[in-house]
């Protein structure tokens, strides 16, 4: 078969049998069928390589199929890699002491699960159950997830119009205001749901007081803090956890996407001791889950942590991610009729157009240029940077260049548009 033919094929396949929209929108972004990847780069099928910039919307923090990871998930391919679940699980139980031991504050228990909206949905529940009070509080523009539950706390109409009703007495306040938010809060409210930086709503960073703010009016008023790490998580910010940013801890927290190492599904939702008595004590199977907490993913995300700390990648994410930020804003001080903000923290990055539509533009012509990118699902406005942190120098300012020469093509295709 020749290397058109299956881009061909497979192409039809989606449209015919996965998702036609999808379909499309992934070839206007000229991209191909994937065969391989290693470290920050991604192979297609007709032999061209991508410099990945994306990291698989923050899955690939360690690069793709990193030795240590890949040697983890063997180990287990060769001895159990799905639990039982009638059995204690020794990687499980080493996994939960080294996440109690590298997390802030009081977050000693860990339940483990497959995805982010999975870790969300259990953190909801969990937070209903000690409290015995219904309310949950949100942010506008927040990402957590598309099931039932977490789309309930996900700020952004267009995904929920069509499911309502959503579960009831969710309520929304804007991101970065503490004030707003201690006026929303009645007796009936059992918790507030954040990401420590918002990432689909477009890499909102928030001031630097607003965490400790938020932390101190829970504890005065009682409610439960639940910060959503799962994006940002494990050393995407130049930081193991974004919250270690504000030095303050909540009652419970969210993982998932780089926990596994790029290599399998690896989710967790984690907890205060009391936050656990309340919600397994009296029924340990109150919550559970065929395969959360299995070996292979539990090897993984041991492996994993290991290789964040030896590597030193939240200091590489640290420094590379003010690096290519100063970059990035380079571009927009040159195309400031185009762009309207670079912001972020480490590498997590976000680079906000003035219109809509200018990022899918720019975004193809940088795929076209051999560097995939894409925008956050709440703010299509906003190109994401998140490549994986063992991205070097070198890449980084590769993937700049491109960046500015995308910028200029589509500066230079809009102005022929306009002016027809
Ligand atoms: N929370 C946050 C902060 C996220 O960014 C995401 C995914 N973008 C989710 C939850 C949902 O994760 P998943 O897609 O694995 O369900």
């Known amino acids: 078969m020749g290397k058109n033919d299956l881009l061909k094929e497979v192409t039809e396949k989606y449209r015919c049998y996965i998702n036609p929209g999808l379909q499309k929108l992934l070839s206007f972004a000229g991209l191909g069928v994937e ?5 920050c780069t991604i192979y297609d099928s007709e032999g061209k390589e991508y410099l990945d910039c994306l990291g698989g919307y923050g899955v690939f923090s360690v690069g793709h199929r990193h030795p240590k990871v890949i ?5 287990a391919l060769d001895t159990m890699p799905l639990s039982g679940k009638a059995f204690f699980s020794k990687p499980v139980a080493d996994l939960a002491e080294k996440l109690a031991e590298i997390t802030p504050g009081n977050l000693s228990y860990s339940f483990f699960c497959n995805s982010g909206t999975e870790a969300v949905e259990g953190a909801l529940k969990a937070a209903r159950a000690f409290a015995g009070r ?10 957590h997830g598309k099931t039932m539950g977490s789309l309930s706390a996900t700020g952004r109409e267009k995904y929920k119009k069509p499911f309502e009703p959503l579960l009831p007495e969710f309520s929304f ?4 205001d503490s004030d707003a938010l201690e006026k929303e809060i009645d007796e009936h409210t059992a918790a507030i749901i954040l990401e420590p930086i918002q990432g689909e709503a477009g890499i909102h960073v928030p001031p630097p007081d607003y965490l400790k703010k938020v932390r101190e009016i829970c504890n005065r008023k009682g409610i439960l803090l639940i910060l959503d790490e799962v994006q940002t998580g494990f050393g995407r910010t130049g930081i193991m956890f974004a919250m270690e940013h504000s030095g303050i801890a909540p009652d ?10 790029g290599v399998v599904p690896c989710g967790a939702f984690m907890g205060t001791p009391e936050v656990w008595e309340k919600f397994f004590g009296e029924n340990p199977l109150i919550h559970t889950s065929t395969f959360g907490g299995n070996p292979l993913a539990a090897n993984c995300a041991l492996a994993t942590i290991e290789v964040i700390q030896s590597e030193g990648l939240c200091e590489k994410a640290a420094t590379l991610g003010d690096s290519m930020k100063r970059s990035l804003e380079k571009v927009r001080e040159s195309h400031p009729d185009l762009i309207a903000e670079v912001r972020g923290k480490g590498l997590m990055i976000g680079v906000e ?3 809509d539509d200018v990022a ?5 012509q940088m795929v076209k240029r051999g560097v995939v990118v894409a925008y956050t699902l709440n703010n299509p406005r906003v190109i994401r940077f998140e490549p994986p942190l063992v991205i070097t120098e070198k890449q980084v300012e590769r993937a700049c260049e491109v960046f500015a020469e995308a910028v200029k093509e589509t500066s230079s295709l809009l102005t022929t548009v306009l002016e027809e």
């Not at 065969?35 to 470290?39: C, D, M, P, Q, S």
């Not at 040697?71 to 180990?75: C, G, H």
């Not at 899918?360 to 193809?364: D, K």
């Open 173 to 176: 306040v804007p991101f970065g």
């Open 134 to 143: 219904e309310k949950i509080i949100s942010t506008i523009g927040g990402y």
């Open 252 to 261: 419970l927290a969210t993982f998932a996407k780089a926990m596994g190492g």
């Open 360 to 364: 899918e533009i720019v975004i193809a």
């Open 353 to 355: 157009f003035k219109m």
């Open 71 to 75: 040697e983890a998930a063997k180990q």
């Open 35 to 39: 065969v391989r990847a290693e470290g």
